[in-house]
């Protein structure tokens, strides 16, 4: 949302002062909904105060999915797509999205083409985006260039939540496994300290084990809470720079159990956004541009950034992937057949059928698998802390067994 400064009039006269709205247009028909006729109207500038603040991407991939969805059909159906922008603004969930729906539909009114109006807001609209709908207005199937980018954005968001559904799982049992272990080395076994203390005479090696990791948690807490942070924040600014990321991606990549299913997830994203643009008449090596930056591996990006290269100089696009190993033979051989055959777009979409059921497959099997993992994984780490405090106690009562004989 922005502030507006405004000058008009109302019944009592002159008015001023400042509103807050998404847009321009917005803010002028709040103030004549309030009975002001707006004289002058200014965006003020933002401030550290009255800046939003977004955590990762301003328009999460659902509501984006949604909103090509519905206005492909509100397209089809003969609406303008000035009525059109203008109808989703005030329908999507996405305040960040509404913000830029409404400008664009000002910039629509003011005799702007779509492509221009959205290449405005490139935070909010992704270059294949803006790059297919310039391709769809030229050449007059902006409907069917719209319906072919919500199938696109439909496919990658189910891949995305397969690969996301798959990892969340043993993340989250990981977690609740290290706080329950916290919690009984914290709150639980240091009950038992005095007791043991008592009994003299030597400990089993396995409760002195748990006794030690006790004390230290308690004692140096702060330190596990710093390393975690110090880890944290450096994973992410590895994953912030474009060298050391390239790094993290090949370590993500050859990731035992995980790597195969994130390689076939990234090549589906890759192979299913080149396809998109190819079917809507992009250029190639423009396309091949927009795939580098939207593909989200550095391994992959690099590799396509020598194709495009490669077809710069004449030469085919599979030359640096048939080269790679992140690139198996099914891709590049297929790739290679459309380029042979002139129905690259048709190889390319095929490809990303099959990595996509391939990865839907991987994520049922993996989750499958995991589970029952996780549980004896569980199992075990409360099981050591518990056997600890036991084993002594049946030594304490042997004793008192002894005693009373």
């Given at each position: 949302?922005?502030?507006?400064?405004?000058?008009?009039?109302?019944?009592?006269?002159?008015?001023?002062?400042?509103?807050?709205?998404?847009?321009?247009?917005?803010?002028?028909?709040?103030?004549?909904?309030?009975?002001?006729?707006?004289?002058?109207?200014?965006?003020?500038?933002?401030?550290?105060?009255?800046?939003?603040?977004?955590?990762?991407?301003?328009?999460?991939?659902?509501?984006?999915?949604?909103?090509?969805?519905?206005?492909?059909?509100?397209?089809?159906?003969?609406?303008?797509?000035?009525?059109?922008t203008s109808i989703l603004a005030f329908?999507?969930?996405?305040?960040?999205?509404?913000?830029?729906?409404?400008?664009?539909?000002?910039?629509?009114?003011?005799?702007?083409?779509?492509?221009?109006?959205?290449?405005?807001?490139?935070?909010?609209?992704?270059?294949?985006?803006?790059?297919?709908?310039?391709?769809?207005?030229?050449?007059?199937?902006?409907?069917?260039?719209?319906?072919?980018?919500?199938?696109?954005?439909?496919?990658?968001?189910?891949?995305?939540?397969?690969?996301?559904?798959?990892?969340?799982y043993p993340l989250v049992v990981g977690?609740?496994?290290?706080?329950?272990?916290?919690?009984?080395?914290?709150?639980?076994?240091?009950?038992?300290?005095?007791?043991?203390?008592?009994?003299?005479?030597?400990?089993?090696?396995?409760?002195?084990?748990?006794?030690?990791?006790?004390?230290?948690?308690?004692?140096?807490?702060?330190?596990?809470?710093?390393?975690?942070?110090?880890?944290?924040?450096?994973?992410?600014?590895?994953?912030?720079?474009?060298?050391?990321?390239?790094?993290?991606?090949?370590?993500?990549?050859?990731?035992?159990?995980?790597?195969?299913?994130?390689?076939?997830?990234?090549?589906?994203?890759?192979?299913?956004?080149?396809?998109?643009?190819?079917?809507?008449?992009?250029?190639?090596?423009?396309?091949?541009?927009?795939?580098?930056?939207?593909?989200?591996?550095?391994?992959?990006?690099?590799?396509?950034?020598?194709?495009?290269?490669?077809?710069?100089?004449?030469?085919?696009?599979?030359?640096?992937?048939?080269?790679?190993?992140?690139?198996?033979?099914?891709?590049?051989?297929?790739?290679?057949?459309?380029?042979?055959?002139?129905?690259?777009?048709?190889?390319?979409?095929?490809?990303?059928?099959?990595?996509?059921?391939?990865?839907?497959?991987?994520?049922?099997?993996?989750?499958?698998?995991?589970?029952?993992?996780?549980?004896?994984?569980?199992?075990?780490?409360?099981?050591?802390?518990?056997?600890?405090?036991?084993?002594?106690?049946?030594?304490?009562?042997?004793?008192?067994?002894?005693?009373?004989?």
């Amino acid at each position: 949302m922005a502030r507006f400064k405004y000058s008009g009039r109302d019944r009592k006269g002159k008015s001023q002062g400042t509103i807050i709205a998404a847009s321009k247009r917005e803010a002028m028909v709040k103030l004549r909904d309030d009975g002001i006729r707006v004289i002058e109207i200014n965006e003020l500038p933002e401030t550290l105060l009255t800046k939003e603040i977004t955590i990762g991407k301003p328009v999460k991939l659902q509501h984006f999915v949604i909103y090509l969805r519905q206005f492909s059909t509100l397209i089809k159906a003969g609406v303008s797509i000035v009525e059109a922008t203008s109808i989703l603004a005030f329908q999507t969930g996405s305040k960040a999205l509404k913000k830029a729906l409404l400008n664009v539909e000002q910039e629509l009114r003011e005799g702007n083409p779509l492509s221009e109006a959205v290449s405005n807001h490139k935070k909010i609209f992704p270059p294949m985006f803006i790059n297919m709908v310039r391709a769809g207005e030229v050449s007059g199937n902006l409907d069917e260039t719209l319906e072919r980018l919500a199938d696109h954005f439909e496919k990658q968001h189910f891949t995305r939540q397969k690969i996301v559904s798959a990892i969340a799982y043993p993340l989250v049992v990981g977690i609740i496994a290290i706080m329950v272990v916290i919690f009984l080395l914290v709150a639980v076994v240091p009950t038992f300290v005095t007791m043991f203390a008592d009994m003299g005479g030597e400990l089993p090696a396995i409760t002195r084990f748990v006794l030690a990791v006790s004390g230290f948690m308690q004692s140096f807490w702060w330190l596990v809470v710093i390393i975690v942070t110090l880890f944290i924040v450096f994973i992410t600014a590895l994953n912030s720079n474009n060298g050391t990321k390239y790094y993290l991606d090949v370590i993500l990549l050859k990731m035992p159990i995980f790597g195969n299913l994130l390689q076939k997830a990234a090549l589906a994203r890759m192979v299913r956004t080149l396809s998109s643009l190819f079917s809507s008449s992009v250029p190639i090596l423009q396309a091949m541009s927009i795939v580098e930056k939207v593909v989200e591996n550095e391994v992959l990006a690099r590799v396509i950034q020598e194709s495009r290269d490669s077809l710069e100089k004449g030469r085919s696009m599979t030359e640096p992937m048939q080269k790679h190993w992140a690139f198996p033979p099914l891709v590049t051989q297929m790739i290679a057949i459309g380029e042979e055959t002139g129905a690259l777009d048709a190889m390319l979409s095929k490809i990303a059928e099959f990595y996509e059921k391939e990865v839907e497959a991987g994520t049922d099997r993996l989750k499958s698998l995991i589970e029952p993992l996780m549980i004896v994984v569980l199992a075990g780490l409360v099981g050591t802390i518990v056997l600890a405090i036991m084993v002594p106690m049946f030594s304490m009562f042997d004793q008192f067994q002894q005693m009373n004989q």
